[in-house]
């Protein structure tokens, strides 16, 4: 068993905004795309003449990687995504004959490959399928809904390349959006989605090849990618997208991580399907049934923004964190989602928050493993009001179409999808060495035993402020 370690609460002023998100489409059959925008209403006059503002105290080189084949080298996909949590992480690639230039998102949590066909107040610019000789329309009509938003449009081929991917072209299927809801988003710099799931969720049917299966197919590359997202702790009220990381296709670039690769079976091939065992919320258990964790599904994916817990897990966590910190001050409102937490700039509380970990099952079915994150990943910033202020959401919310690994959680550790071996790998991200001189959020790794079962090996990846 895990002691509960209380956390004295500081003293804090803390300011609470209200914004609304948009609302969620109901369908038998989603995918868990969900973007947050960092979009909300901060046009109601706000008295800030009660915060106070508190006295505050005083390279690696790169390794030139490549798979055993010898047939893709990693390096130019080191740093080809740009983007963050909030607003979605997207990759350049280069579309049609002659190529048009398009950014895309990467989703882990869907199977077809779109990008917009018609204008869109939201896009700077779309594809247009006329202008290039080697479009072909299979004159079939395509239709996708995800957990925010849906499009409809018509499903072709074309030929593609990533200019920082593997070399060369591939022909890939590619559906083209010609109507939308909710789907392009204000504040979001990508044109179309890259779904990199399996062919079981792709639309109109499985016999629609995904992009990644295309790429493998013609290219001989290992059937695997690994992602590495850098934008924990960036304001999604930026007005630029940062660097945000990299799409590794065909393998794993050592210089992305740290320490031990640790991995978790892929229980079902459609989504990324994991199985999760336990919560611990402050080092302490839950004690919830694993079946509540993994109720119609487990999955891990980069197109959803927050951590998304089935509705009774998600009580229990919000109820873990409130008894475990002693947080009275906060509303419900932040819990749920629709209600910002902002303090004084530099003087956010974070020794409030206990540390969240997610027990994964191993590849051997008697060992375990846990990715623990720190509140500086699950505590999102959102917005900064008047250079005063630093506001925040909670980055983890209820589902109702189970537990959901997102950017959230994603963002603190370098992720493989190793498809050929079936199995999903996370290990610590080298990307917080960018923030050692900044008071962002560094990652460090130690190994532990879980003497509750002994047969049992826990990792913990935390997260620690540099200057504590």
Request: aromatic fraction near 12%; charged fraction near 15%.
């Amino acid at each position: 068993c895990f002691a509960l370690s209380v956390v004295k609460m500081k003293t804090l002023s803390l300011l609470c905004l209200m914004f609304f998100f948009p609302s969620t489409c109901d369908s038998k059959f989603t995918f868990p795309l969900k973007i947050y925008t960092g979009n909300f209403n901060s046009s109601v006059d706000i008295d800030f003449s009660s915060l106070e503002k508190n006295e505050s105290s005083s390279t690696n080189e790169l390794s030139l990687a490549t798979d055993p084949s010898g047939k893709v080298n990693f390096l130019q996909m080191v740093n080809n995504l740009q983007g963050d949590s909030g607003r979605g992480y997207y990759i350049e690639m280069l579309l049609g004959t002659p190529s048009q230039t398009m950014n895309i998102l990467v989703d882990t949590g869907s199977s077809n490959f779109a990008v917009a066909g018609a204008p869109d107040p939201y896009i700077t610019h779309f594809f247009n399928s006329k202008l290039s000789s080697s479009y072909h329309s299979s004159g079939m009509d395509v239709s996708v809904r995800y957990t925010q938003g849906n499009w409809v449009g018509k499903l072709g081929t074309d030929i593609v390349a990533i200019p920082k991917g593997p070399n060369g072209t591939i022909t890939i299927n590619v559906a083209t959006i010609l109507q939308s809801e909710n789907f392009f988003l204000p504040r979001v710099n990508w044109q179309g989605i890259l779904g990199l799931a399996y062919k079981t969720l792709a639309r109109p049917d499985s016999s629609v090849e995904p992009f990644f299966d295309s790429l493998v197919r013609q290219t001989g590359i290992p059937d695997m990618f690994s992602l590495q997202m850098c934008g924990a702790g960036l304001s999604a009220s930026s007005t630029s997208d940062p660097l945000g990381g990299g799409l590794v296709m065909g393998g794993i670039e050592p210089t992305l991580y740290k320490g031990s690769i640790w991995y978790t079976p892929i229980k079902e091939e459609w989504y990324y399907q994991v199985e999760v065992l336990k919560l611990e919320v402050g080092g302490q258990n839950l004690n919830l049934d694993c079946q509540e964790y993994n109720t119609d599904k487990a999955i891990v994916d980069s197109g959803t923004t927050l951590l998304r817990l089935p509705h009774n897990v998600f009580n229990a966590v919000v109820d873990a964190i409130i008894a475990t910190s002693l947080i009275q001050q906060f509303s419900s409102g932040f819990w749920t989602g629709t209600t910002l937490a902002c303090w004084t700039k530099g003087e956010t509380q974070w020794s409030i928050f206990p540390k969240i970990s997610i027990y994964l099952r191993g590849m051997n079915a008697s060992q375990s493993f846990r990715i623990t994150i720190m509140p500086q990943l699950y505590i999102q910033l959102v917005a900064d009001v008047d250079n005063s202020l630093e506001c925040y959401r909670f980055g983890i919310a209820s589902s109702t179409s189970g537990l959901v690994i997102g950017a959230t959680v994603m963002e603190g550790f370098y992720v493989t999808f190793d498809r050929a071996q079936k199995k999903v790998g996370f290990a610590v991200s080298t990307c917080a060495d960018d923030y050692s001189n900044t008071a962002m959020p560094v990652l460090y790794i130690e190994h532990k035993l879980d003497k509750s079962r002994p047969n049992i090996t826990a990792v913990d990846a935390q997260y620690w402020l540099s200057m504590l």
